[in-house]
């Protein structure tokens, strides 16, 4: 006679098909950040982060216009070219979104910021507060390349952007879009916590591809409008350049980033995450 053994048997593992949770809203007014240390050491750092940024690219823009300036020596072919200031914005984009994403986020731009704070990614109160840090570390950042190239900085431009001959505002308007909306839909691609729960690596790397993405869009912008994309960078260099062309095509600098960070963070949001059908869905499942 065999003797019937019972063995015991596991419960199949219950595998969820969501394998990653989203962080909740951000809310719209969170007055608790302001009794936290971590909150004014977020908005120190976009503001360092920014001047670092204006420093280096607005002197790398100034200096290839002095080493091009046949009238004193210089040599047409010489210099770093658009592509070496492409690569002066990108590669200060990335090393600085590197050294400052575990403290602030890396924005360094209003633009990013409203795109993310109308993607529920921050508060009302962080994104103002992100935004004059940046406007002002663009300003300071700015000053300091005058202060040590006092005899280039007006006679160079000030690194300022206006909008090149040749071409009217609406096109200098829809450039500043289209390279806002590149820029703001990659920092939301890079860092979407869906990617970031499949793969590891995503959160690392995410400074570069946006990093590429701002270097992308100089290549394309700088003949049209020398490459704005980012609100703190234009006006920074409009206040201490102060000249009437540059404050003239000052509102193109504002209203097409903001219009693009707008189209980019309803296009992730919406239609690629599907946020608001997700929502309408949760809605009616609780009725």
């Known amino acids: 006679m065999t003797k019937d053994v019972e063995y015991a048997t596991e419960p199949a593992p219950e595998y969820s098909a969501k394998d990653y949770h989203d ?8 007055l608790d950040e302001l009794t936290k240390w971590s909150f004014y050491r977020a908005v120190i750092a976009e503001f360092i982060a920014t001047l670092l940024f204006l420093y280096v690219t607005v002197l790398t823009v100034i200096g290839y216009k002095r080493q091009v300036d046949t009238a004193h020596g210089g ?10 200031i492409a690569w002066a914005f990108g590669g200060m984009i990335f090393i600085l979104v590197y050294c400052t994403a575990g403290i602030s986020g890396g924005h360094i731009n209003p633009a990013v910021t409203f795109g993310l704070f109308l993607g529920r990614k921050v508060s009302l109160i962080r994104a103002v507060l992100y935004m004059v840090a940046q406007c002002l570390g663009a300003i300071c950042g700015v000053g300091l390349v005058k202060a040590f190239q ?11 952007n206006e909008l090149a001959d040749g071409y009217n505002k609406g096109t200098g308007l829809g450039a500043e879009i289209i390279g806002t909306f590149v820029l703001v839909y990659t920092v939301f691609s890079a860092t979407d916590p869906k990617r970031s729960a499949r793969d590891s690596h995503v959160p690392v790397l995410a400074p570069l591809p946006i990093g590429f993405a701002v270097f992308m869009v100089h290549l394309a912008t700088i003949p049209i409008t020398g490459t704005g994309i980012n609100p703190a960078r234009s006006f920074g260099a409009a206040v201490i350049y102060n000249k009437d062309k540059a404050w003239d095509d000052q509102w193109i600098f504002w209203v097409g980033p903001f219009i693009g960070a707008a189209i980019a963070a309803f296009y992730h949001q919406f239609i690629l995450r599907a946020t608001a059908i997700k929502a309408l869905g949760s809605f009616r499942s609780n009725a």
Do not use: H
Request: proline share 14%; glycine share 24%.
């Open 23 to 30: 962080p909740p809203p951000a809310p719209l007014f969170d």
């Open 150 to 160: 006092s005899s280039y900085y007006n006679k160079y431009g000030g690194g300022a």
């Open 75 to 84: 040599d047409q072919c010489g210099g770093v070219g658009i592509l070496g």
